[in-house]
Every structure is written in structure tokens, then in C-alpha cells.
């Protein structure tokens, strides 16, 4: 089986997969000890064409796969594909589009939360994905005829699954639903890896404008010396160190030292000083110009129970509607719920308000109730 490895090659295939109405595209890359994720290989395959290409060769040039990515008249079909957009994007600032994720589309047709490619592949084809070459190391070569293979596969049985969600969405009416899911994957924002909003990964309860500050300017400074040394932000500093950080701003390497969450010996090392720098920067900078931070949701008394019957209800719903509650509404939307009369959160915004939102707001203003009836939830109008 023969990887792609010249830039002539790579033109001629892109040359037979822009005659085809949809692609399917999948990619093999290595990051458990970089910060970019190094790309190793690219499967992708149209109606009776398939192929291989090897990122890796030298001199290849990719752009011609990368005009292809973004050809409006070739639909991309990719499974649980951010991670490998993500990939595209750094490389060469591209986006595929148009875009379809199998993941996505199988969540708005009743195949659960997040669904596998495997599962996805056997539910919708009855195929079985051979997981054999699953640990391989991509960056090596030569790669085997079973690996490349195992690769391949990826992508061809994706194009029956493609159909199969196709026909299903036609059915159920809910083609708008993916578009609008599938337009929040085509925005650059959620690819960029600014170090100026790394804060915004860490979960910090203390909300204090020096704690915040100090937060920010720390996770700033990781994500700089991550990305310049190329390594795994956790290789840097962990979270627990970040947050520890923030909460005691250390003024000096003494101070640093007494921190348990900081490696021993860290004080010493030639980073110190500059951490040190974006702490102070962090202790000093005004409230005023902190960005705003969501409020936090106020646990009064009864809105434990009434999230867990939000709970139940976004469950009812969704065996109801055969949508994943996963891209319904999540955990922090329920609390938000609960707590605001005028929650700002997506399950309270277009279809999912239609199926969940405003059924949520009817149980917490008490005009629904929810009831067992034949051993099933069902729901109760009532007047309030």
C-alpha cells in the first residue's frame, strides 16, 4: 500500500477528490511530548478514491490538500474532528468547510453522548474497525501495509456512515440544527492558542481581582514558555501549581520555594525569575481592567433538588427528542438555570430552547411537573 510522498502525487490525488461532492478526511499526529501536535499522516477518500499522504516526506509541499480543505464546492466529512482542525489551522491557517462531523450529526440523531467512531461505524454499518494498529507510533517509518491499513479504514467506512446520517437527517427534519453546531467548529477563535486567555482552561473558584489577575498573568506566562520550548504545558508547570500561585502570589524566590504545589528546586531554576515577573504583574494589575468573569451561580437553599430535577428532565427530553443531552445542556447550564431568572446560556437559545429550554423554565416557575407513569418520566402541565 503506497503512502503519497511527492507534491505531484499529492496534486494529482487532489485533482480526482475535487471532482467527488464530499470527502472524508481523518489524520494521524503525535503530541504527548510537544505542545503542537506533529502531524504524521493524512487519510482521505471520495467516491471510489482514496489515499494516503506522508506529511513527513521530505519536500512535500501540502498546500494543494490544504486548497482542497477549503474548496466550498467538496463537502469534509470528519469524526470528532476539533482536534484535527485544530492541526489545519496551525499548519496553515485553514479551516475545512464546508464541514460535516460525523460525531456531532450522530448526537442530533439519537446516538448518545460523544458517540466512538467504533460505535459510530457499527451502529450505522454493521462494520468492525480492526484495532490492532491503534497504538501506533505514526512518526515512524517505514509504516506497515497492516497499519497503513488500519489507517485507511478510518476513512472509507466513514463514507457509509456519512450516508447513513445523511438519509437520517433528511427524515428527521434536523439538517439546521448540525449547520448551526457545525458553523461553532468553523470559527477560527476556538483554535487559537493565545497565551493572553490560557486562564480561561483553569477552573479557579476564588473570583478576588488579585487572585484573577495574578491567574491570568501566570497561565499567560506557561502557555509563552510552552509554546516557545515546544513542550506539554504540564512539563512547564502543572494547574495545581497555577492556582496555588494565584492564591498566594509569592513576592520571592523564598516564597516561592514554601509552595507545595511548585516542583522542589524550582526557585533555582533559570524560569524562576520570569514567573516571579508575571506574578507581580499579575498582584498589580487594576480591577478595571480585568476581562468579566461570569458570576458565580448562587447556591440558595432548594437549588440543589431543583438541578436534580432539571436533571431528570433534560434526560426525559432527550430520550424524548433522540438528541445526546451532552449537546443539549451540561451541568454549569442546569446551575444557571436554577439560579437566574434569566439564564444566559445555549439550551436557552434556538432549537434547544424549542426542546429543553422552555420546558426547563416551565418546571422551575412550577406551570410543569414531572411524574411516573408506566414506568416512565412524563410530564405534567399545571397551573401556577
Not at 34 to 48: E, K, M, S, V
Not at 134 to 157: E, I, K
Not at 250 to 278: C, I
Request: charged content about 30%.
Amino acid at each position: 500500500m503506497k503512502l503519497i510522498s511527492t507534491t505531484e502525487e499529492l496534486e494529482a490525488l487532489c485533482a480526482e477528490l475535487a471532482a467527488c461532492p464530499y470527502i472524508t478526511v481523518d489524520t494521524e499526529f503525535l503530541r504527548e511530548s510537544t505542545f503542537w501536535p506533529i502531524l504524521c499522516l493524512i487519510q482521505t477518500a471520495g467516491h471510489n478514491v482514496e489515499g494516503m499522504i506522508d506529511p513527513l516526506s521530505e519536500g512535500i509541499d501540502l498546500q494543494p490538500f490544504y486548497d482542497l480543505l477549503v474548496n466550498p464546492h467538496v463537502l469534509k466529512v470528519m469524526h470528532g474532528c476539533r482536534q484535527d482542525v485544530e492541526i489545519f489551522h496551525h499548519l496553515a491557517g485553514v479551516i475545512p468547510t464546508p464541514l460535516f462531523d460525523t460525531q456531532i450529526a450522530a448526537m442530533v440523531c439519537g446516538f448518545g453522548d460523544a458517540v466512538g467512531y467504533e460505535t459510530l461505524i457499527h451502529k450505522t454499518t454493521n462494520g468492525k474497525v480492526d484495532k490492532a494498529s491503534r497504538f501506533t507510533d505514526w512518526s515512524h517509518r517505514p509504516l506497515s501495509d497492516a497499519q497503513l491499513t488500519y489507517a485507511l479504514s478510518d476513512v472509507t467506512h466513514l463514507r457509509d456512515a456519512y450516508e447513513y446520517l445523511e438519509e437520517a437527517l433528511e427524515k428527521n427534519g434536523r439538517r439546521a440544527w448540525l449547520e448551526e453546531e457545525s458553523n461553532l467548529l468553523s470559527d477560527p477563535e476556538i483554535y487559537l492558542q493565545s497565551p493572553e486567555n490560557a486562564w480561561r482552561r483553569l477552573r479557579m473558584q476564588d473570583r478576588r481581582p488579585k487572585v484573577l489577575g495574578v491567574l491570568i498573568e501566570v497561565a499567560k506566562w506557561r502557555d509563552s514558555e510552552a509554546q516557545s520550548r515546544n513542550v506539554p504545558r504540564n512539563r512547564v508547570l502543572k494547574d495545581d501549581a497555577i492556582r496555588e500561585l494565584a492564591l498566594q502570589a509569592p513576592k520571592d524566590k523564598t516564597a516561592l520555594a514554601r509552595l507545595r504545589a511548585v516542583p522542589r528546586g524550582f526557585e533555582n531554576s533559570r524560569h524562576a525569575e520570569t514567573l516571579l515577573e508575571a506574578v507581580a504583574v499579575g498582584r498589580n494589575r487594576k480591577p478595571e481592567d480585568l476581562p468579566d468573569v461570569p458570576a458565580a451561580v448562587v447556591n440558595r437553599p432548594g437549588i440543589g433538588p431543583l438541578v436534580e430535577l432539571l436533571k431528570v428532565l433534560l434526560k426525559q427530553r432527550s430520550e424524548e427528542t433522540q438528541v445526546a443531552p451532552k449537546l443539549i445542556a451540561n451541568v454549569a447550564d442546569l446551575e444557571r438555570i436554577a439560579s437566574d431568572n434569566e439564564p444566559d446560556v445555549p439550551a436557552m437559545r434556538g432549537w434547544r430552547r424549542e426542546i429543553f429550554g422552555q420546558y426547563a423554565m416551565d418546571l422551575k416557575q412550577g406551570r410543569l411537573a414531572l411524574a411516573s407513569e408506566n414506568d416512565m418520566v412524563i410530564l405534567v402541565a399545571r397551573d401556577a
